[in-house]
């Protein structure tokens, strides 16, 4: 069981920055990838980025790439995602997910995008961008 947490969330104004953290326990996070995901109000819950378990390997969402970096600290078993140039469309509950990487080689790649290659949730945070 790997439980994740999310923090960092809030108001922010167009053009703001926000930095999510996600802190995990129960297990170390070395073997897993990690994503994040956003569900607006009314809306189903899309990718928006993920890295794989060395953190080789970065995957972003087409609305976000350029804006938003992921990146990972082994030592503190955290996932964080740096959000830049925030825009109202950004608002959303963000969620962290951790994907077990000990299965089928490639999977991840292959996968990274679908809800259903993640095996741990966290409870989401909110942002909320302003015009």
């Known amino acids: 069981q790997v439980w994740l947490v999310e923090s960092g969330g809030g108001l922010v104004q167009a053009g703001g920055s926000l930095r999510l953290s996600c802190a995990a326990s129960?297990?170390?996070?070395?073997?897993?990838?990690m994503g994040w995901f956003r569900q607006a109000p009314g809306k189903e819950r899309e990718f928006v980025a993920g890295?794989?378990?060395?953190?080789?390997?970065?995957y972003y969402a087409d609305s976000v790439k350029g804006r938003f970096t992921i990146s990972r600290d082994y030592a503190k078993n955290t996932v964080a995602l740096q959000m830049n140039s925030l825009k109202p469309e950004d608002t959303a509950v963000y969620y962290c997910?951790?994907?077990?990487?000990?299965?089928?080689?490639?999977?991840?790649?292959?996968?990274?995008?679908?809800?259903?290659?993640?095996?741990?949730w966290g409870q989401g945070t909110q942002v909320t961008v302003s015009s």
């Open positions: 997910a951790a994907s077990w990487e000990g299965g089928p080689a490639g999977y991840y790649n292959n996968n990274y995008y679908r809800r259903g290659a993640y095996d741990f």
């Open positions: 129960g297990r170390t996070l070395s073997s897993y990838a």
């Open positions: 890295i794989n378990w060395s953190g080789g390997s970065t």
